[in-house]
């Protein structure tokens, strides 16, 4: 595809439920990023994936949340036994490493825990 | 630890006049800085970058200025019309053994009034 992509566009979960959140990157592009953008806030930085090194979890805020990317394309970002604070936009961002600088974000999905 | 602090948090200019944001990182190893803009629902959309080895970057309305050695960087628009409203963030990356971190911003809500 042309851009990022996500899936999916919104959840709504109920507290204590499971979510995966998935992320499409444009092809080749070697770096990926997960972050979390509240109602009005910045962007929170989860988890980053760089070619094969070991991924930067720095940011991950609980045990709950995981990520993975399987062959170095698709990423999914899981939360296990959801929060109401969990509530938030998900945004997956890729860059091809070596070539530039610039990230490409992806719409997000909008997650609402009941 | 690596910060960003973005000011102001909110502005609102009248259409014409221009809108100035500004960004301090803590990180002197820093050496790009893109700014993002991002509409009401919509990703973040890349507008400017500038890097280190440059002090001003401009692109029709839209002006990014850096000082390295105070550690700010601006993001400047003039003759600002309504559909500059939105929400505008900077960042600051390190791009050091082939990773690139990069620290955003807590944003800047810009209100055009027409």
């Known amino acids: 595809g042309a851009g990022v992509s996500q899936s999916p566009s919104n959840k709504v979960t109920e507290k204590g439920k499971d979510v995966e959140l998935r992320c499409d990157p444009i092809s080749g592009h070697t770096a990926l990023y997960w972050y979390r953008q509240s109602l009005g806030q910045g962007l929170e930085f989860l988890i980053y994936?760089?070619?094969?090194?070991?991924?930067?979890k720095s940011g991950l805020p609980s045990d709950r949340f995981s990520a993975e990317r399987t062959g170095g394309s698709v990423s999914t970002l899981t939360i296990q036994r959801t929060q109401q604070e969990d509530s938030a936009v998900y945004l997956c961002?890729?860059?091809?490493?070596?070539?530039?600088?610039?990230?490409?974000f992806g719409p997000g999905t909008r997650l609402t825990v009941l | 630890g690596e910060n960003v602090e973005q000011h102001p948090s909110t502005l609102s200019v009248q259409e014409g006049d221009s809108a100035v944001i500004k960004c301090t990182y803590s990180?002197?190893?820093?050496?790009?800085f893109p700014w993002y803009k991002q509409e009401l629902g919509k990703r973040p959309q890349l507008i400017i970058d500038i890097r280190s080895n440059v002090g001003e970057k401009k692109d029709q309305r839209i002006a990014v200025t850096l000082n390295k050695t105070a550690k700010h960087f601006s993001l400047h628009i003039t003759e600002t019309q309504p559909e500059d409203s939105a929400v505008y963030f900077c960042?600051?990356?390190?791009?050091?053994?082939?990773?690139?971190?990069?620290?955003f911003g807590t944003g800047t809500r810009l209100k055009v009034l027409a």
């Open positions: 994936f760089q070619g094969n090194s070991a991924p930067d």
């Open positions: 960042a600051a990356s390190i791009r050091a053994s082939g990773t690139y971190k990069y620290i």
């Open positions: 961002a890729t860059l091809l490493a070596e070539a530039t600088d610039t990230q490409y």
């Open positions: 990180d002197s190893a820093s050496n790009y």
